[in-house]
């Protein structure tokens, strides 16, 4: 058998259900409506030859035949006859054939005249009109209302079966993970139904692309990691082979275990650095908030960068004011302004000042950190905290840079729930993240 749509079904069944209430209703109130149209001729029976039965109330036979034939003459639709008293018909109209036209049909009355006469009265054939008509009329009303009742139930089955038709397009399209148009705003259990598969739909979607971005950051990441691990190793390697061979310069070998321990620091620095963002990622170093002097912190933080940035002629600003007071986790802040303050220390230029300054922002605290003189391009900007980016391919890990310092600092604030922007500013490019405030 074929399969059929919903919008069958619906509609089938609807009008499947109206046809059987019309018919029990049909069944239940026909009798009712007949009583009352039989009754109700019956009274305009009544009230027709009401006139005739006061002329002939109280009448003598003679005066009964007069009026009876004189009314006949003025209303020739009417069929009537009169008995006496023993049975004997004492009148009747004409367009009766016989007497046992009374009991043939029609609606009939009987009125009695008085002791002796009674009036026998029939409308059959104005009462089989408007009997035919009322059935005509039934008929066409019953019709009517099936007719209606069937559009609606086309326009009720359309309006029920469309929007889950459209849902169910939507779906299709949805296991393909194809671009699927908004859902029609609707404010039933059908409008909710598709509001819930878009909304889960668009959840989906974008936990798929965040995890297709994780799996390409991961695959950068351990790419990019291979190889900042790689070369240190062998580079260790190269002069431990040449101070075993004895081989040049390689026979002084206080002075190149020296470097193959430089070389080592600097490894264990960096696996330490990536465990640390391995558990930041992982949700695994949770802040503790605790109130800390704003100014106290950076001021604890500096000393450790002003020799390094002395030697290069730089200048540290601070201008923090000593009653700021924040809400954060200690050692997660210092984490932050340690790697920043290096950053901008070693991306200035000589002779260039670093200013460190705190603003209010809505109930919060903002850190500003901006070094004068540095310049970097709008597309490399983006990239800074990316796990081992470098501007300058030339720097490689002698300068002690491992390339995730910024990185550190986005997964720290991240984990912090801290808002942060690297910009470029007027005189160089600024770095600045928010505390709440205490």
Known sequence: MKKRGIFFKVFAYTTIFLFIMVCVTVGLFSQQFMQFYNTN???????????????????????????????????QSFAFYIRGSGGSVVFSTPNMDTIDDFDMGGHRIRMSLGAEHTLFAINRIAAQ???????????????????????????????????????ANDTKKMTALEDVSPATKRHDEIGSLAHDVHSMYNKLKDEII????????????????????????AATSVLLEGMIENIGDYKDHPKYLRECLKLMDFQNKTISEILELV????????????????????????PS????????????????????????????????????????????????????WSEPAADQHRVCV??????????????????????????????????????????????????????????????????PAS
């Open 210 to 233: 965040r995890v297709r971005e994780m799996e390409e950051t991961q695959r950068y990441f351990f790419s990019a990691a291979s190889h900042e691990l790689k070369t240190p190793i």
């Open 279 to 302: 558990n930041l990622n992982d949700r695994k170093i949770v802040p503790k908030q605790e109130e800390l002097n704003l100014q106290e912190i950076v001021a604890s933080v500096l």
């Open 41 to 75: 001729q019956t009274q305009q029976l009544y009230t027709s030859y009401s006139n005739l039965h006061n002329q002939l109330s109280g009448r003598s036979e003679e005066e009964i035949i007069r009026i009876s034939d004189n009314f006949f003459n003025y209303n």
């Open 305 to 356: 960068y002003e020799t390094l940035a002395d030697a290069n002629g730089q200048r540290i600003v601070l201008n923090i004011s000593d009653r700021l007071f924040c809400l954060a986790d200690k050692n997660m802040l210092k984490k932050v302004l340690s790697n920043v303050i290096l950053n901008a220390v070693q991306n200035t230029p000589k002779g260039g000042e670093i200013r460190i």
């Open 370 to 435: 901006l070094n004068t003189g540095a310049y970097i391009e709008g597309e490399n900007m983006s990239k800074l905290f990316e796990p081992f980016y470098r501007v300058d391919k030339a720097r490689t890990q002698r300068d002690g840079r491992s390339g995730l310092g910024l990185t550190i600092v986005r997964k720290t604030l991240e984990a912090m729930d801290a808002d942060f922007e690297l910009a470029k500013a007027g005189e160089g490019i600024l770095f600045w993240f928010d505390l």
């Open 129 to 167: 009109a408007d009997y035919s008509s009322l059935i005509q009329r039934s008929m066409l009303a019953i019709v009517g209302m099936l007719a209606v009742g069937m559009i609606g139930a086309f326009i009720f089955a359309r309006q029920v079966t469309n929007p889950i038709k459209n849902l």
